[in-house]
């Protein structure tokens, strides 16, 4: 509301208050107490006309202004509700452009008829390459807690964390009710030697169903097992899952046996192929309902070769000559013993490939509901480019590695036996996901 100060153009002039009775005749002042001043009227008049002119200008303008802003508003708000979760459309940590699988009655019976949607648990037995440790580099200029971290959330077999190009986010694209990845980081867990696993390093909060450990050898996995089966009786008791609820359990351990080999014999592809059996034994004994997938070993002994090219990448600590590479791998520090490594490589990754073998017996395939398929893993080391190897010790991969792996892995995952890549695996940090179809299923054979 517009107001304007000074004279009025009328003129009022009351009358007198009188004391009257009640029955005398009430008056009006007469006209000569009521007029127009025609002066002031004369004096006024442009002010009228400048404010006839400019007041619709005023309120033109501020409708443009307005107007674009409450309907930006209204476009803002209608997008944020339109991304709003719903009952239909759940908070996911990985977004793909591949069209959802046409949902099923219910559950497959069989082992054998598996999709992405019907695995509703992932696990994980393994190592530090598992564990995630050092995959996101490091996080300080100095040797410290932060920089021995096992970044378990973007693990290529177990991570979870939003964003991250995992095997569980993939599967989690087609299962929203999934249940096992870990999510975040935590300080390195270790294993010291062949029996030796302290008590107190898992973070069921970070890891969850991912049991690897750093170090872990074959004679370690009855530790992770023990971890692992006692998670799932947690959650089973909670009725977060169900005994019955498909799993898919990713097993990747070796590394640290092949490491060890060209000076400890108990780490020896016979006693590694024997440790392992009664490890994959023991699962199909405890776990119910569970499809293992057993992944092979690449070339550890190409990556000190590679790395040696870039000295001042795999010394990240300016003000120390501590160099971690230096600490891992005891066994692909001379060229001798990186011969050892290279020629024992296929013989561990057989033994791997043995036991899988071992349960494609037929009294083993009549159970429906356990199923183990063997995926390669031949890397081209030399065809990685060097911030795919982590720099806090130039020999783990790094999350560029991970995301590769877990890209490579997931689509293997639908090709039998067969159709899976035996030749050297070339790095392409542009790899696609692999988008399965309603007639794909994850091939055992």
Request: with cysteine; proline share 8%.
């Amino acid at each position: 509301m517009f107001y304007v100060k000074g004279n009025s153009l009328f003129t009022f002039t009351p009358p007198a208050l009188e004391s009257t009775a009640q029955d005398t005749p009430r008056t009006f002042p007469s006209s000569d107490k009521v007029g127009f001043n025609l002066e002031r009227g004369a004096t006024m008049l442009p002010l009228f006309l400048a404010l006839s002119t400019v007041l619709p200008t005023c309120v033109l303008f501020f409708i443009i202004l307005l107007v674009p802003t409450l309907m930006s508003t209204t476009v803002a708000a209608v997008s944020l509700i339109s991304t709003m979760p719903t009952a239909t459309q759940p908070v996911l940590p990985l977004q793909l452009a591949c069209t959802p699988l046409t949902p099923r009655p219910g559950p497959p019976e069989s082992v054998r008829d598996l999709r992405p949607d019907d695995i509703r648990v992932v696990a994980g037995i393994g190592d530090s390459v598992m564990a995630g440790f050092g995959a996101k580099g490091v996080q300080t200029r100095f040797l410290s807690p932060k920089t021995l971290s096992e970044d378990r959330g973007i693990s290529f077999a177990m991570g979870g964390d939003d964003g991250a190009i995992t095997i569980p986010n993939l599967i989690h694209y087609y299962s929203h009710e999934l249940y096992g990845s870990s999510v975040g980081s935590q300080f390195i867990t270790v294993c010291f030697g062949p029996t030796f696993c302290p008590d107190g390093q898992y973070r069921p909060s970070i890891g969850k169903l991912n049991a690897a450990q750093s170090g872990a050898r074959s004679a370690n996995l009855n530790h992770e097992i023990d971890y692992l089966v006692e998670q799932l009786d947690d959650a089973y008791k909670a009725k977060t899952i169900q005994p019955t609820d498909w799993k898919l359990l990713t097993f990747f351990v070796g590394s640290n046996d092949l490491c060890h080999s060209c000076f400890v014999p108990a780490s020896m592809p016979q006693t590694f192929s024997i440790d392992v059996l009664a490890a994959i034994e023991r699962i199909r004994m405890a776990v119910p309902y569970v499809l293992i997938q057993v992944v092979g070993m690449f070339h550890i002994d190409q990556i000190f070769v590679e790395t040696q090219a870039y000295p001042k990448y795999c010394h990240p600590f300016p003000i120390s000559t501590f160099t971690l590479q230096n600490e891992v791998c005891g066994c692909a520090h001379t060229a001798e013993n990186r011969t050892i490594l290279n020629d024992l490589l296929p013989i561990y990754n057989s033994a791997l490939q043995s036991v899988v073998t071992y349960y494609k017996d037929p009294k083993f395939l009549s159970n429906e509901t356990f199923g183990i398929f063997y995926q390669p893993l031949p890397a081209d080391i030399s065809s990685f480019p060097i911030d795919a190897i982590s720099n806090v010790d130039c020999f783990h991969p790094s999350a560029i590695a991970h995301e590769w792996i877990s890209k490579n892995l997931w689509r293997n995952m639908f090709l039998t036996s067969a159709q899976k890549p035996t030749t050297p695996m070339i790095f392409d940090r542009n790899e696609t996901i692999y988008c399965p179809t309603d007639a794909d299923r994850i091939q055992i054979t």
